[in-house]
Structures are given as structure tokens and as C-alpha cells.
């Protein structure tokens, strides 16, 4: 047995869920802040210097560095793609009540973005609310543009042209709100024009 000597403490300072690259899923972890003591039999007496913090997940025993904590969650970028498709549709449309194949459309659109169960009624109750608040969809869509690829932003926005075409050519408010959302997006002006013509 070593009778003197250094040992690193760790001890919890923080908890919370975390995306865990091993298990492939949301997880719970712990953070933890480390510390060199000098020891003497085992028993910690004179801390050291701190060695920093890692998260460790409580499902494997996986440690990661705590820029981790920027990588949205599972739950978290469900969320992001839910709310932005559902106000991006929202957005696009005139703020009269939508015909039937826009509405089908957009109901459509807005339950395969993780919305089960949203109908014609909760898509009346949104729209209303949507023209009655601030009307902006920036940060949702920023949210979400975050965590799609290229291929990802133009197929997310071509299913929101299609929502505005289902009934007829684009007014020059939808494309302007179009231009709007595939600015968010990262999308260039002149791509855009090519998706709407490709849509």
C-alpha cells in the first residue's frame, strides 16, 4: 500500500442529459470537477491544483469534454424541427384560412416534423395566434438550420414551398417570405429561386 503520495477527488458539480456519442442517445450525466491532493494512506489531506471538469455519462461511464454541452439532445433537436417547420408553414401562409389541399399540405408537413396529432383545428387555432404575436420565425429557424446539412436545408425548404403551391402560383409575399426563410436557412437568394423553380 502507498503511504504517501497524490491522488485526483472528483466530486459531482452539476447534472442534467446529454446527447452520449457511445450509447447512441439521450442520457443522464454528471458533471464533475477534479482535484490533486497529497494523500497519506489513502486519506486525501492537502489539495493540489484543480485538474478542470468533464461531463460522465451515467448509463456507460463515458467521459467528454464539457463542450459537449453545446450538442443539442435528441429531445432537443426533435423540438427544433417541430416548432421550425410548424412556424415556417405558418409564415408562408396568407393568414386567411388555407384551402384544403394547402391545408392537407401543411398538416401533413408539420406531423412528419414530429407534431402527432395536429389538425386542421389546432392549424386554424396556430394561424391565428401567429398573425395576432410578433409573426417572427427567425429563431426557430435558426435553431433548427444549426443542425441540418446542405442537401437537409433545401429539402426542408422545398416542403415548405410545396405547403404554398399546393393551391396555385406563389404571391409575392410568400416568396418573399420564402426569400426570408432560406435566408435563416443559410440559403443564397439565387438557390432559393432555384428550388421554388424546382419545387
Do not use: N
Not at 463542450?67 to 417547420?85: I, S
Not at 438550420?145 to 416542403?159: H, M
Request: hydrophobic letters at 40%; charged letters at 25%; aromatic letters at 6%.
Amino acid at each position: 500500500m502507498l503511504i504517501l503520495g497524490t491522488r485526483t477527488v472528483y466530486r459531482t458539480v452539476g447534472r442534467g442529459i446529454v446527447l452520449c456519442e457511445r450509447c447512441g442517445g439521450d442520457r443522464p450525466y454528471r458533471r464533475r470537477s477534479g482535484r490533486h491532493w497529497w494523500h497519506v494512506l489513502g486519506v486525501p489531506l492537502v489539495p493540489l491544483d484543480r485538474t478542470g471538469e468533464h461531463l460522465r455519462c451515467a448509463a456507460c461511464g463515458t467521459c467528454y469534454r464539457v463542450d459537449l454541452l453545446a450538442v443539442p439532445t435528441l429531445e432537443q433537436m426533435r423540438e427544433a424541427l417541430r416548432a421550425g417547420t410548424t412556424t415556417a408553414v405558418l409564415a408562408v401562409l396568407d393568414g386567411d384560412p388555407p384551402s384544403e389541399a394547402v391545408a392537407r399540405r401543411a398538416l401533413d408537413l408539420v406531423s412528419r416534423a414530429g407534431a402527432d396529432g395536429f389538425s386542421a383545428a389546432d392549424l386554424a387555432l396556430a394561424q391565428r395566434e401567429f398573425a395576432q404575436g410578433p409573426g417572427e420565425f427567425g429563431p426557430d429557424l435558426e435553431r433548427l438550420a444549426v443542425q441540418l446539412d446542405w442537401y437537409a436545408k433545401e429539402w426542408f425548404l422545398s416542403g415548405i414551398i410545396g405547403v404554398a403551391r399546393a393551391d396555385g402560383p406563389l404571391s409575392a409575399r410568400q416568396r418573399a417570405v420564402i426569400g426570408s426563410i432560406a435566408q435563416y436557412l443559410g440559403i443564397s437568394q439565387k438557390r432559393a429561386q432555384d428550388v421554388i423553380r424546382l419545387t
